[in-house]
């Protein structure tokens, strides 16, 4: 159990977040594969924080956690506006700048 | 924390991780991101500070799963519309990206263990050398909630 651990087990969350962003074809989806890689970076200021009793690291996780509700509440609401006047939930049906 | 608390851990994480990015109904990827959440949360208790991990299972896992899913039941369809996009190549970044980032974690220095602050030193940490930033904070919540409504409410300008 070593601060370096922890650390390679959050890079592999955040990779993991990192494939659902890119391979996932609806919104909602994409944002919880987001949030993965919000928790992975929480997990790995945590590790520091514990790792070398840096007390900012824990204020930092804190944040990071306050952040990205914020971030899901409008995301979300994002995702009911495409939804109700896009009628659709794929972000590849969202392409009017690239006609 | 023991060894075997750390591989369960990492375990579960990683199996809620996968079922986060491959589960058909988002129904099941937001409960399995629960999980994770839930997961993590366990794993700040371990570490010593168990006012992050109350944090993390009130704020996080309660507030994300109730909007999640929320919004699913109030939207149209909450299954993938159909195979992933382009999975090798997402797969190869993403492994590209964890090889860079693991290449870096091999250097960290050893742990220098300390005690881990409990909640007065965090509450005054909080309110004297980061109250700024804690202000700051409260100001972009409340950002976020009136743009949340301000976009959430089909309305449009006559």
Not at chain 2, 41 to 50: E, I, K, Q, V
Not at chain 2, 100 to 123: H, Y
Not at chain 2, 144 to 158: S, Y
Request: contains cysteine.
């Amino acid at each position: 159990m070593t601060p370096a651990r922890l650390l390679v087990l959050s890079f592999l969350l955040f990779s993991v977040g990192m494939y659902g962003v890119l391979a996932r074809r609806h919104l909602v989806g994409m944002l919880l594969s987001l949030e993965l890689m919000f928790n992975a970076g929480n997990l790995a200021a945590m590790a520091v924080a514990w790792g070398y009793g840096r007390a900012a690291g824990i204020l930092l996780a804190f944040f990071g956690i306050a952040v990205t509700v914020a971030e899901v509440a409008l995301g979300l609401a994002l995702f009911l506006l495409v939804d109700r006047i896009r009628r659709t939930t794929t972000p590849d049906d969202l392409s009017l700048l690239r006609r | 924390m023991s060894d075997l608390v750390f591989w369960t851990g990492a375990v579960l994480l990683c199996a809620c991780a996968l079922a986060v990015v491959t589960a058909r109904s988002l129904y099941r990827a937001a409960y399995a991101l629960s999980g994770t959440l839930l997961v993590t949360a366990a794993f700040y208790a371990a570490l010593g500070s168990p006012l992050l991990a109350a944090v993390q299972v009130l704020l996080y896992t309660g507030g994300v799963l109730t909007l999640v899913v929320y919004a699913l039941v109030v939207s149209r369809g909450a299954t993938e519309t159909g195979p992933p996009r382009r999975p090798f190549a997402a797969a190869a970044t993403a492994a590209l990206v964890f090889g860079a980032l693991a290449s870096f974690g091999r250097s960290v220095p050893p742990a220098t263990p300390a005690a881990p602050p409990d909640g007065r030193e965090l509450g005054l940490l909080l309110f004297q050398r980061y109250l700024v930033p804690f202000e700051l904070l409260s100001l972009l919540l409340l950002a976020a909630l009136v743009g949340a409504l301000m976009v959430a409410r089909l309305e449009r300008a006559p």
